[in-house]
């Protein structure tokens, strides 16, 4: 039976293994991570919950639509119904996090586990991890940003080809820094519950009761700017948290904050991608890399890419 190492464990590296396992591949999906989803992340304050990375999703290409229609009919996810939305935007009931959890069901995730290099063996390759892990398989699907993909690459002395490395240059991460505020009573962010900002430090506001993921408590989160978290992504997190709330009095006043956290996301969102769904890479071993730095982007396109990876991989082995 072949076999199938995946390193990250995000909607891409997900999608892949759920559709490898389906017809009867043995995979093992690596991530050095406490869980599974990547951007698709929820986390808890107080008695608060809050979406911190992804905050919606849209189906609109026809393996995710069917994906979705099951993810609806195990109640795993509803429909958040914006005003000036001309498609459906799904939201995870619990979070985005139950999203990629559900995903992950049945599949053999090992977390924690960062790979720091990847060697040929007779049959495929071996990856090693930072805590002493030996994981080898036939073949190799790597679906981290790109940027920690090349430095893998490069530590492993894995050479790229002018035209392989060319295409990787092309792929651009914007930074952002997201704020989870609990709040000791209701915001005053409009229903249904959504704030955008063309301008200033703060590029949005989502509030998470009314998402109806936060029932317990209120609680928001604000995605600063690409340009605020890229001049201040290496500042105290506290600090940069604090600036960003005071510039919402309208809808958080300072009475209404209980307390905040901060996370720093490197790599938030591929503002340049690549246009195919993956890239094949030339090495002594089936080696392919994808994400949602390829193909249409965003949650979506993440979980395309790992679905056509493994259907790729499926139709040349």
């Known amino acids: 039976m072949p076999t199938s190492l995946i390193i990250g464990a995000g909607m891409s590296g997900l999608s892949a293994a759920r559709e490898l396992a389906r017809t009867g591949w043995t995979v093992t999906v690596i991530d050095k991570g406490r869980g599974v ?66 995903l992950a069901r049945d599949l053999d995730v090992r977390t924690g586990e960062r790979a720091v290099n990847i060697e040929k063996t007779e049959a495929g390759c071996l990856v090693l991890t930072e805590t002493g892990g030996r994981y080898e398989a036939d073949s190799l699907l790597v679906t981290i940003p790109v940027p920690q993909a090349l430095t893998l690459f490069n530590d492993s002395g894995l050479m790229l080809s002018d035209s392989e490395q060319a295409v990787l240059a092309t792929i651009v991460y914007k930074p952002c820094l997201a704020v989870i505020v609990a709040l000791n009573k209701p915001s005053r962010i409009p229903s249904p519950g959504i704030l955008r900002f063309d301008e200033g430090p703060v590029s949005w506001v989502a509030d998470n009761q009314q998402k109806g993921i936060s029932p317990n408590q209120p609680s928001v989160t604000i995605h600063a700017s690409h340009a605020f978290s890229q001049d201040h992504l290496e500042d105290d997190l506290n600090a940069v948290g604090r600036e960003l709330i005071d510039q919402l009095p309208e809808f958080l006043p300072a009475d209404a904050v209980a307390t905040y956290q901060v996370h720093r996301w490197r790599y938030s969102q591929a503002d340049q991608r690549h246009d195919e769904s993956f890239l094949q890479i030339n090495a002594p071993f089936p080696l392919l890399i994808g994400g949602d730095g390829f193909g249409m982007g965003n949650v979506e396109g993440a979980f395309q890419s790992g679905y056509e990876m493994a259907h790729w991989l499926m139709q040349k082995v």
């Open 37 to 102: 989803g990547g951007r698709m992340a929820t986390r808890r304050l107080e008695q608060a919950r809050a979406d911190h990375g992804a905050q919606y999703f849209s189906a609109k290409t026809p393996a995710f639509q069917a994906y979705v229609q099951e993810l609806l009919a195990e109640d795993v996810v509803n429909e958040w119904r914006l005003p000036d939305a001309d498609h459906p935007r799904y939201i995870g009931r619990d979070g985005m996090s139950t999203v990629a959890k559900q």
